[in-house]
DNA sequence: AAGAGGATGAACT
DNA sequence: GTTCATCCTCTTG
């Protein structure tokens, strides 16, 4: 099945638990600095600005970063984390709705080479080139200057594709890096990978495979 | 104006 | 498993 730019109504007739999960499989393409890099979206994870304080739109309340959260679906969310790191997001839902999906990692189909190059990686590490969210970016050259542009967009230098495959088993677990501090919230299961890909980003995180024990921890 | 904390990643033991 | 470099953003006073 060839691949289709996924058009602008896709990012508002989906909610953000669904988003993240669908988008896996599908190809995230950049062209920038002349080069071209694809890779099929192989880890996710869920943000939802009204209730969910994970989520820098915690309350649905605007700040100066993020503002981008509040366009409309399809746009591009760049942010920085720790000072150094960009975090590529998709924007979900209509203006005003702040949801938005993490892009975790992906599986390199082209510019593999140009990948390891932005990030410095040698042959031996090359499953590190795309793995993590800050990773992934760094390798495809997203910085926050493309924040706020529009995925769906047929001249836009950051793209989303589908093309038509389904990941045969999706793993469900906690989102990383959620602090104990906000509670429930944390043990959420909106963190989403396709199950047995070697490129899926392995942080530190308590791993919980029981859906039971999920639905104790946190109220969705 | 200052301090706390963070949707990380790398390098350790 | 652990620590820590690094600096941006938000909150508070």
Avoid at 68 to 90: A, E, K, Q, R, W
């Amino acid at each position: 099945m060839p691949k289709t730019l996924l058009h602008a109504e896709w990012y508002l007739t989906h909610d953000v638990l669904s988003a993240a999960k669908n988008l896996l499989g599908m190809i995230l393409r950049s062209e920038i600095d002349g080069h071209v890099c694809e890779g099929i979206i192989v880890e996710t994870e869920a943000y939802r600005g009204a209730d969910d304080r994970g989520c820098h739109s915690y309350g649905n309340k605007i700040t100066e970063r993020n503002r981008t959260m509040f366009d409309i679906g399809g746009s591009v969310y760049v942010y920085i984390c720790y000072g150094i790191h960009p975090m590529l997001n998709v924007v979900i839902g209509n203006s005003g709705v702040a949801d938005a999906v993490l892009i975790r990692a992906v599986e390199p189909i082209q510019g593999l080479k140009i990948m390891m190059e932005r990030r410095d990686i040698d042959s031996e590490n090359r499953l590190k080139t795309t793995s993590g969210p800050g990773n992934l970016a760094n390798a495809f050259g997203i910085n926050k200057l493309y924040d706020g542009d529009k995925f769906f967009d047929p001249s836009s230098p950051i793209q989303i594709f589908s093309n038509g495959i389904k990941p045969s088993s999706i793993y469900e677990g906690h989102r990383v890096g959620m602090s104990a501090r906000i509670g429930t919230c944390a043990f959420r299961p909106w963190r989403f990978y396709i199950e047995g890909n070697v490129w899926v980003s392995n942080p530190k995180h308590i791993d919980y495979t029981q859906k039971t024990k999920f639905s104790k921890l946190c109220n969705i």
